[in-house]
């Protein structure tokens, strides 16, 4: 039964979060998304911060933490393919957020 009130809380939690950046959708915290996206927190706010600074914007809570929406963690996951594919993350995110076409790897 604790594990019940629990998951009532942090359900109160999240909507709360949702009601305050005014948002109807589903927000995530950076542990959800890191655990979607296969990858650590740490990737997470570094992914989020190029991103941000190329002007994408990453709603914050009353706390100051972000919270990606589903357009959000579809970016974070383009970001990740480039990435792979060979791009730096600064390249990456030109890329995804820039509108840029195409740029070289190399």
């Known amino acids: 039964m604790k594990n019940a009130g629990k998951s009532d809380e942090v359900a109160k939690h999240q909507a709360t979060q949702r009601r305050e ?43 100051n933490r972000r919270l990606y929406l589903d357009k959000d963690v579809t970016t974070l996951r383009n970001v990740m393919e480039y990435v792979t594919s060979g791009l730096s993350v600064e390249k990456a995110v030109k890329v995804e957020v820039g509108g840029t076409s195409h740029i070289s790897a190399g």
């Open 21 to 63: 950046a005014g948002l109807n959708e589903r927000a995530y915290a950076s542990g959800e998304v890191a655990k979607t996206l296969g990858v650590t927190t740490s990737t997470i706010r570094k992914y989020s911060i190029a991103l941000e600074q190329r002007g994408h914007d990453i709603i914050r809570n009353d706390h």
